[in-house]
């Protein structure tokens, strides 16, 4: 097996059982036997814990945004809708089998105290929404696009917490209720 391929064979890993489980609780020799690798070709392709820490998060901010943006452009022809659209994909994913919330809120309540990585990766994934957010909101004809997308965010973010802890993909539904007033009132 090449470098490439023990590569991702350890990030699938790691996503289901960081994601699962939590960081702190997976250590790397259960890592190293979910993926099939040796420990040395585990210490190769990341010579720290932290490193795959960082890289199973990028990975999955990537993923994750992609996942969103997809279902945005498939789901809402309107610009007006799009924004929307983010609480429709919202209350997918929070039906999902093994929805645990959010990666990135998990992993920065874990560890963000001990680690600037994860606090770097885990604002970079908030700042990069935010980013998306706001973007959708310019092509629609409200005041102030930018202060509405940290208040839609919030929702977001509150949806996801929310679901995560009572079970509840509904979540999702009220917190689109919320951010169609939101919009109603920010034009």
């Known amino acids: 097996?090449?470098?490439?391929?023990?590569?991702?064979?350890?990030?699938?890993?790691?996503?289901k059982l960081f994601y699962d489980r939590g960081v702190q609780s997976v250590g790397m020799d259960e890592l190293r036997a979910t993926a099939g690798v040796s420990l040395k070709r585990l210490?190769?392709?990341?010579?720290?814990?932290h490193d795959l820490?960082?890289?199973?998060?990028?990975?999955?901010d990537t993923r994750w945004r992609a996942a969103l943006a997809e279902y945005v452009?498939?789901?809402?022809?309107?610009?007006?809708?799009?924004?929307?659209?983010?609480?429709d994909w919202l209350h997918d994913w929070f039906s999902e089998p093994g929805f645990r919330g959010c990666a990135f809120i998990n992993?920065?309540?874990?560890?963000?105290?001990?680690?600037?990585?994860?606090?770097?990766?885990?604002?970079?994934?908030?700042?990069?929404?935010?980013?998306y957010v706001t973007g959708l909101l310019r092509a629609v004809p409200v005041a102030e696009p930018g202060v509405l997308a940290h208040q839609l965010v919030l929702l977001v973010d509150g949806a996801i917490t929310s679901a995560a802890l009572r079970g509840e993909p509904s979540a999702a539904r009220r917190a689109r209720t919320a951010a169609a007033a939101l919009m109603g009132t920010a034009r």
């Open 107 to 131: 992993a920065y309540g874990e560890l963000g105290a001990t680690s600037d990585q994860v606090g770097r990766v885990a604002r970079e994934h908030k700042d990069a929404l935010l980013g």
């Open 43 to 49: 210490y190769q392709c990341f010579p720290a814990k």
């Open 73 to 87: 452009a498939a789901h809402a022809d309107d610009p007006a809708d799009r924004p929307l659209a983010v609480f």
């Open 53 to 60: 820490v960082e890289a199973y998060l990028r990975r999955r």
């Open 1 to 15: 097996m090449d470098l490439d391929e023990a590569r991702v064979r350890i990030l699938d890993a790691a996503e």
